[in-house]
């Protein structure tokens, strides 16, 4: 009974620090002494459909993790497309899973090849971009980190499943979040609630058979911000004068991202039964790659012009094929960008100077209001306010005085074009 209550006790601590409110001032005060880099944004935040929120993080001498929150602008209930940041999450599942099915021999470099069994589904038998010729888990979630691939996040997708992807969500209190479609394959209606056939197999042996999924269950989110804009472009490329309807799509809000990477990144700063069932493999595996440049992995190959350092780092680097990469720093992250939306979750560290701290925030411009058009202000709007906003946080975190510097150790890699 004693063990009974103490497990509900670090329950109820762990709920109490999920729940507090962060500071709402500091934030703004902090652009508003910017004027040069953030007066544009400042003037249109609500027409840019800004939300930040930002995490000091302070050790105490055991190194243990304590978490103070800034925010701007943060609401759980305006909508806005969270595009490639739901891989996170269910690539976090998809390892879960498979420690969870306590199948002998099943691991993420297991042959996984997925088969269809409805109208849309398409088969996997091979992956060149690995080192085997073959797909994988351990593949699919390389791709995701370093250069945020589609495909990859659909096959975990229908690995997992959508009923136990919506079900973790839950479980983790991630009560602002859905994730109920594939992404980049106009997945919609029926054919988001099945999901493929999945087999697995060590040098050519079956192990495993997840058979095909059918998710009889909705996700129902009372949002604003739902219709949006004058019109949209159809998949035949046809323009239609009505707004376009994000109401059967993901939802993942700013506050439910950065949680998923702080329980990521800090597991010892929650009590076990509020931790992922993951291995210290798992978590190393996930830290590495997000933190990695795609054009430091030898597989799968990443080049340049196509490919460069900064590609999924928004915040600090902007997305630039031009930023100057500086070597004490890494970004542990999940960018995402469609419909206008630019969207970066990151843990910024800086090893030379003891300088940790999240920022997870979202920026859209569309100036025409016209959706699937490929006329977004990317490039003159929305990456260049995520850069300077990682960029001048950074200074801020230079200057703060800590009682105790952070021991980075676990969050320091070789990646010297590793496998």
């Known amino acids: 009974m004693m063990k009974l209550h103490f497990t509900l006790l670090l329950l109820f601590i762990g709920t109490t620090c999920l729940a507090q409110e962060p500071d709402t001032v500091f934030l703004k005060q902090l652009l ?13 935040s609500a027409h840019n459909e800004v939300q930040i929120l930002y995490t000091q993080i302070n050790r105490d001498q055991n190194n243990i993790p304590h978490f103070k929150s800034y925010s701007y602008r943060l609401n759980a209930k305006h909508y806005f497309y969270p595009a490639s940041t739901v891989k996170l999450p269910t ?27 409805f109208a849309g589904q398409t088969k996997v038998k091979a992956d060149t971009s690995s080192f085997s010729g073959l797909p994988s888990i351990e593949n699919y979630i390389k791709k995701i980190l370093l250069v945020s691939d589609n495909d990859a996040f659909n096959r975990l997708y229908e690995f997992v499943g959508r009923e136990e992807i ?22 919609a209606g029926e054919s988001t609630r ?15 058979h997840k058979p095909a999924l059918y998710d009889n269950n909705d996700y129902p989110m009372q949002l604003e911000n739902l219709i949006q804009g004058k019109a949209y472009m159809d998949s035949s490329d046809r323009l239609v004068n009505k707004p376009f309807d994000f109401s059967n799509k993901n939802v993942y809000s700013i506050a439910d991202q950065q949680q998923v990477l702080k329980r990521l990144l800090f597991p010892e700063a929650f009590p076990k039964v509020q931790r992922y069932n993951l291995t ?9 790659y997000m933190s990695m440049f795609p054009t430091e992995n030898k597989k799968p190959t990443y080049n340049r012009p196509e490919y460069f350092p900064a590609y999924c780092k928004f915040l600090f680097y902007g997305g630039d094929s031009t930023a100057i990469i500086q070597p004490d720093i890494r970004i542990f992250n999940k960018v995402g960008d469609s419909y206008g939306y630019d969207i970066d979750n990151a843990y910024i560290v800086d090893f030379k100077n003891k300088v940790e701290f999240m920022v997870t925030a979202v920026v ?18 929305c990456l260049p306010f995520l850069k300077n906003l990682g960029k001048v946080l950074y ?25």
């Open 194 to 208: 099945h999901t493929n056939p999945v087999d697995f197999f060590n040098n050519g042996k079956p192990i495993y």
């Open 364 to 381: 859209q411009s569309n100036e025409d209001g016209i959706y699937n058009d490929n006329k977004y202000e990317y490039a003159t709007v």
């Open 166 to 187: 919506n079900q973790k969500l839950k479980k983790y209190q991630l009560n602002n979040t859905r994730i109920v479609g594939r992404l980049a394959i106009g997945d």
């Open 91 to 117: 690539a976090i599942f998809a390892l879960e899973k498979l420690n969870e099915l306590h199948v002998k021999g099943l691991a993420k470099k297991s042959v996984m090849i997925t088969d269809s069994a």
């Open 395 to 419: 200074q801020y975190e230079l200057k703060r005085s800590k009682k105790h510097l952070p021991d980075l150790t676990k969050f320091k890699f070789s990646y010297s074009m590793v496998k």
């Open 32 to 44: 508003k002494a910017n004027p040069a880099l953030f007066n544009s944004i400042l003037n249109n």
């Open 280 to 288: 210290p493999a798992d978590y190393s595996f996930i830290y590495h």
